[in-house]
């Protein structure tokens, strides 16, 4: 039996996830439409899209990511809401994300040795260590904003990954925020950083970062390229890679 239209929706939905990830549902469309259509409502201020295939179960997950042919990241993105424009879309595609074969093979052969079972140990043992840290500077005050604290975690991580200095590691918070700007406005102007304590580097890569956009309805719009041109212009090193 074909779920009603409106409850296939409902993975669309922020709502949805609001009140906690809707397992039951997906247990269900798994079962009755594991490849169903789902159309984009108006939501937060954006109108209706057009639409997009969801696919539900784990072989054909599989599936559609190794059959680049067929199924392109790269031709319109993988953003559930189309890019804008055609120069929004090319600022896209020049992510990891949104390529297809042999540019994004290219890629992961640059960070495939950060993932290896003996580097993911390590990382694990110094993620571990880095949550000790952060339990410990705010045990003395009884309590804190655990957004705050978590959000220290996975930026100090890919910072460590990344090989950026730990002076410059919230240029990485302030270019996520930006990207995510394009669909949550609280997050579009981020700026986190006191120039004067970044590296050089850091000021340079600073010096790169544009003003945000803002279309004719207020909202800001996608991230323009010099953020991705200036991140390719002055690539960190990580020195226990080299």
């Known amino acids: 039996m074909t779920p009603d239209q409106a ?31 789902v159309e984009e409502p108006s939501v937060g201020g954006w109108p209706d899209g057009p639409g997009y295939w969801a696919v539900l179960r784990h072989a054909d997950v599989k599936h ?13 993105a993988t953003q559930i809401r189309d890019p804008d424009t055609p120069a929004d879309l090319e600022f896209a595609r020049a992510m990891m994300l949104n390529q297809d074969p042999p540019d994004h093979s290219r890629l992961r052969r640059i960070v495939a040795a950060a993932f290896i079972p003996r580097a993911l140990a390590e990382l694990a043992e110094a993620v571990d260590g880095r949550v000790r840290e952060l339990v410990e500077e705010v045990r003395p005050a009884g309590g804190a904003d655990f957004v705050r604290l978590a ?69 800001p719009g996608p991230p323009p390229a010099p953020i991705g041109r200036a991140h390719h212009r002055t690539p960190y090193t990580n020195p226990s890679k080299t």
Not at 14 to 30: I, S
Not at 64 to 76: D, I, N, T, Y
Not at 169 to 192: E, F, K, P
């Open 7 to 37: 409850r296939v929706n409902q993975i669309f939905l922020p709502d949805t996830y609001a009140r906690g990830v809707p397992y039951e549902l997906l247990r269900e469309l798994r079962e009755s439409a594991p490849v169903c259509r």
């Open 151 to 219: 959000a220290d975690l996975p930026v100090w991580t890919l910072a460590r990954v990344m090989g950026v200095p730990e002076q410059d590691r919230g240029l990485l918070l302030d270019w996520a925020n930006r990207v995510i700007g394009y669909q949550d406005a609280d997050y579009a102007h981020s700026s986190t950083v006191e120039p004067a304590l970044l590296t050089d580097l850091g000021r340079a890569a600073l010096a790169h970062r544009p003003t945000v956009r803002t279309g004719p309805d207020g909202r």
């Open 64 to 76: 559609v990511l190794r059959s680049p042919e067929l199924f392109s990241s790269h031709l319109g």
